[in-house]
């Protein structure tokens, strides 16, 4: 779709809030709370950004954008070169961390910009008359993005890390303190779903989570061989290109969108051969049956694997 960027706000330091709105004032495809869409910035150049405001709004996507100091290209070239007005491409929004609207209560728990997509959930389940909390945990509160919208909820809690009057963030104790039917969510840094992950295998299915950023090393060694089952294709990965570089480069169509194995966009089915998982999507139990593998990240244990392409 082509979007035009109706404003451009600070939202906090490095952090800019964009107003998506379509050409000719028809509304945009419905999204449930959750959900992202993928911008394409540059030839072969996507990313993905949660879409943070209310689903019940039809005519408006809006997204938090971190400039990211190791930026690739993606926040750095949205910051230095979106502004109101312009028009954008973006594909429809896609939902991987999506809310379960029975449970009997549900926690958010956010670090920095993984506030974004609780901020969709937190007025999807306003409007539901659902009972939640958000624990939202950030660094300073110069770097604490949307607060206005968090003002005068008593089920918000705010930690921010240098200031020490401010309610510390105790993960391990929230989650064994959950009521026993309720769902927890969680979006922020490595670290902090890390710990999430470490103290949340009780819940189970309960337990649901989403990487903005990974700090896996990209497998881009190379020196292995991809069988194409469907299109009879063999394509050997050389050294210093990732797995999606040689199918990309071969014509196969994969998509495509982190680069950093944390959207699930570039999953791939494999019927042979061991993968070299490195991403944050996929689940250990999943990696373990080694039947996909995220091509934009990951690489190959054995000689060669066979991918259902």
């Given at each position: 779709m082509q979007l035009r960027i109706?404003?451009?706000?600070?939202?906090?330091?490095?952090?800019?809030?964009?107003?998506?709105?379509?050409?000719?004032?028809?509304?945009?495809?419905?999204?449930?709370?959750?959900?992202h869409i993928e911008v394409s910035l540059q030839p072969g150049l996507k990313r993905s950004y949660s879409l943070l405001n209310d689903p019940a709004e039809q005519d408006v996507y809006e997204i938090g954008v971190q400039l990211d100091p190791e930026s690739r290209g993606g926040s750095q070239h949205i910051h230095e070169h979106w502004r109101p007005g312009q028009v954008i491409e973006v594909s429809e929004p896609r939902n991987l961390f999506s809310l379960d609207e029975d449970a009997s209560h549900s926690i958010l728990i956010a670090g920095g910009i993984g506030i974004t997509p609780m901020l969709s959930m937190m007025e999807r389940l306003k409007s539901l008359g659902r009972s939640w909390e958000l624990r939202y945990a950030v660094r300073s509160r110069n770097r604490?993005?949307?607060?206005?919208?968090?003002?005068?909820?008593?089920?918000?809690?705010?930690?921010?890390?240098?200031?020490?009057?401010?309610?510390?963030?105790?993960?391990?104790?929230?989650?064994?303190?959950?009521?026993?039917?309720?769902?927890?969510?969680?979006?922020?840094?490595?670290?902090?779903?890390?710990?999430?992950?470490?103290?949340?295998?009780?819940?189970?299915?309960?337990?649901?989570?989403?990487?903005?950023?990974?700090?896996?090393?990209?497998?881009?060694?190379?020196?292995?061989?991809?069988?194409?089952?469907?299109?009879?294709?063999?394509?050997?990965?050389?050294?210093?290109?990732?797995?999606?570089?040689?199918?990309?480069?071969?014509?196969?169509?994969?998509?495509?969108?982190?680069?950093?194995?944390?959207?699930?966009?570039?999953?791939?089915?494999?019927?042979d051969g061991v993968p070299d998982h490195r991403d944050q999507f996929l689940t250990q139990a999943e990696k373990d049956a080694n039947n996909a593998v995220m091509a934009c990240c990951s690489g190959a244990r054995t000689a060669s694997l066979t991918l259902d392409l």
């Open positions: 109706r404003s451009a706000r600070w939202e906090a330091d490095h952090i800019l809030g964009f107003r998506l709105e379509p050409l000719r004032g028809e509304n945009l495809p419905a999204f449930t709370a959750g959900s604490a993005a949307f607060l206005e919208r968090l003002e005068g909820l008593e089920n918000v809690q705010v930690t921010i890390d240098d200031e020490p009057s401010t309610p510390r963030l105790d993960l391990q104790g929230l989650i064994r303190s959950a009521p026993p039917r309720a769902h927890v969510y969680c979006c922020g840094p490595t670290g902090m779903l890390s710990a999430f992950r470490e103290h949340g295998g009780p819940l189970g299915d309960r337990m649901h989570f989403e990487y903005f950023a990974s700090d896996a090393k990209v497998a881009c060694e190379g020196g292995y061989r991809l069988q194409l089952q469907r299109s009879g294709k063999v394509i050997e990965v050389a050294a210093g290109d990732t797995m999606l570089d040689a199918l990309l480069g071969a014509g196969v169509d994969v998509g495509f969108a982190c680069f950093e194995g944390v959207c699930g966009s570039c999953r791939v089915p494999v019927l």
